[in-house]
């Protein structure tokens, strides 16, 4: 019997055009911790495996109403990436590596649309 991926967390992205403003207001007003900063984006733990990430919006990753991308965290990307495919799921890409944010990750969409990374975080202190 084949053995369904483990998923080591949950990560919530959400867009901004003020990260300052939405950062003190995550960390400050909210009281969460930030976890690691990534300069354009800053990572606020919200329980022992879940997380929010508050990134600057850019033309492809706009602030708007409902916008949202959920990160499953593993470290078996490629794992991942294969079984999916293997069950006829398209991605939107084979995994990569993103070194400006320490991470390697590749990107569906589910059923409703919505944007879903499957992602390893390189930098083994990033949550510390």
């Known amino acids: 019997m ?9 990560v919530t992205f959400i867009y901004t055009h003020d990260l300052e403003r939405a950062a003190t207001f995550y960390g400050e007003s909210l ?42 965290v593993t470290d078996d990307v490629d794992g991942v990436y294969g079984r999916l495919v293997d069950a006829g799921v398209e991605t939107l890409g084979a995994p990569q590596s ?3 944010f320490g991470i390697y990750s590749f990107f569906l969409r589910d059923p409703d649309g919505h944007l879903v ?4 975080f390189d930098d083994p202190g990033w949550k510390d």
């Open 31 to 72: 009281g969460l911790r930030m976890v690691h900063d990534e300069g354009p984006a800053r990572i606020f733990r919200i329980s022992d495996q879940g997380y929010l990430g508050v990134c600057m919006a850019s033309d492809e990753r706009p602030s708007v109403p409902g916008g949202i991308c959920l990160s499953l």
């Open 2 to 10: 084949e053995t369904k991926p483990v998923f080591d967390g949950f």
């Open 98 to 100: 993103l070194p400006q």
């Open 117 to 120: 990374e499957v992602q390893r």
